[in-house]
């Protein structure tokens, strides 16, 4: 395939991973898209990691195929997914922010939260919300949203 036909035929998938990427940082008021895909990153595999798999597969499966890329991104499926604490839960964002110490942990996951619920179906992530632990039910419950969840 030449330069000129490859770039045609990702230009979209990218561009679509691009979306998800501004809006993170469009609604963290983040610096750059460096910040947003680490906020992203950190965000999506602490909440992967909180799930069974076949949970995990349902809700990569209305991902974009590089968001869904950075989801499952050295994932090892257990058959009991981690049973976090809120303070657990946003440490583990913490230490995915590596590089951006200055990055706020619940900020990053109100910005990934709503880029969730604007890409992703409601009834999709009312599903994984029901089955997540307490703990992250209770930080997700604490960080505010204008997409009302």
């Known amino acids: ?10 230009n ?3 561009q679509k991973a691009g979306l998800w990427l501004k809006d ?13 895909y680490s906020a992203m990153r950190a965000v999506l595999h602490a ?4 799930l ?8 990569a499966a209305q991902m974009p195929i590089l968001v869904k890329g950075v989801f499952f991104d050295g994932w090892e499926a257990r058959a009991k997914p981690d ?7 946003m440490e583990r964002i913490r230490l995915g922010l590596r590089g951006y110490p200055r990055l706020d942990p619940a900020l990053a996951l109100t910005a990934v939260m ?6 992703v179906s409601r009834g999709e992530l009312d ?12 930080a997700l419950n604490q960080t505010t949203s204008r997409s009302g969840y």
């Open 12 to 14: 979209p998938v990218i």
């Open 24 to 36: 993170i940082q469009e609604t963290s008021g983040l610096r750059s898209r460096a910040e947003a």
């Open 47 to 50: 909440l992967r990691d909180c």
């Open 127 to 138: 599903s994984v919300r029901a089955i997540l632990p307490r703990g992250v039910r209770e």
């Open 83 to 89: 049973r976090l604490s809120r303070d657990e839960f």
């Open 52 to 59: 069974p798999p076949r949970s995990a597969a349902d809700l």
């Open 1 to 10: 395939m030449r330069a000129g036909k490859a770039s045609a035929v990702f």
């Open 114 to 119: 709503d880029a969730l619920y604007r890409h």
